[in-house]
């Protein structure tokens, strides 16, 4: 058996089998390439999903980590640390929002977001205590947990997990009659992402955004962005919900802002919102601490040159003109997204949106497939444009058959 072959049996044989991996063991690293246990070498067109959106082994969030590591790495929320309040105040002014409570995984900022806009709810808008109402959209995903799954319409993340955390309502994506007739007096906050991600990189019609925020804000209703993974950088701005002037009331932060480094995620609001909180209604140990600090401010530094945002427009604006040349060529249905970020509906005859990842993984590119026979294309925003090119090169390869 190959090293690639043995390091998968051993895998399957001791963990379990919650996902399904290309089988390709990576070792080691650099910018948007991967090379393997034989090395191997992969471009990488996943970018864990944005969180490597800096790319593998950046320089400054390496450095920053390793002078972190040296000095103090978690006092849990009990103490103080020297990081923190940059931390806070720094991501605060790059969501221009007053204030952050920081939590490690997404799914941990969703659930924290739940919990503020119940909180706020009952204490602030006056929602009869336990009537509290939080309307989602179908297809969304926002995570692993209970409560977060409760509202997920994707049978494979649901079934079986039940009973059911209540207090959601699903209206269809894009849809905002659909969204004005789901609310009520009741009703506490919307929570949308403004691109959805796992459904299929699917962008909602142009002025939608908008209306969800003229909506939320007429009926006093909060508006929740998850930024998970269309935010920081992505799609070309800062936030995603930028492309159509909109500023929601909390932003949900997570992926990149750990650098790839380590999990740091994150809710932003305003002062009106997050200051609903007393001490010991809400934490975590882990969130905000010292090395999850020091990593996601040179994050920000990052983000605040606006560099990455403008690779991933200029990249972004490449990368949709070729896919766009496909379209309607008999190989692909159709392309979307934005920025350095795409979802390609193959033609199903060609095969599952698996079987063409693997054979992009043959010709040494890697992409995950999402339902039926779409697949995702968001490279760190970090490659060069003859790796894109090339990754490029090698989805027509494997369209032409
Ligand atoms: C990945 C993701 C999450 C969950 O993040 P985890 O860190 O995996 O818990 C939530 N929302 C969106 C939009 C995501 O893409």
Redesign the pocket.
Known sequence: MSTTDNAIASAEAHSAHNYHPLPVVVATAEGAWMTDVEGRRHLDMLAG???LNFGHGNRRLIDAARAQLERVTLTSRAFHHDRFADFCTRLAELCGMEMVLPM???????ETAVKTARKWGYRVKGVPDGMAKIIVAAD??????TT?ISFSTDPEARADFGPYTPGFEIVPYGDLTAMREAMTENTVAVLI?PI???AGVLVPPPGYLAGVRELTRERDVLFIA?????GLGRTGKTFACEHEGVVPDMY?L??ALGGGVV?V?AVVSSAAVLGVYRPGEHGSTFGGNPLACAVALEVIAMLNTGEYQQRATELGDHLHQELGLLVGGGAVRAVRGRGLWAGVDIEPALGTGREISERLMERRVLVKDTHGSTIRIAPPLVINKEDLDWGLDQLRAVLRG
């Open positions: 999903y944005s969180a490690n995984t997404g799914a941990e900022a969703v969304n995903f926002h995570g692993r947990t977060v992402e959805q991600g796992e998850d930024e998970i993974q269309s949900l997570g992926k999990p995620s």
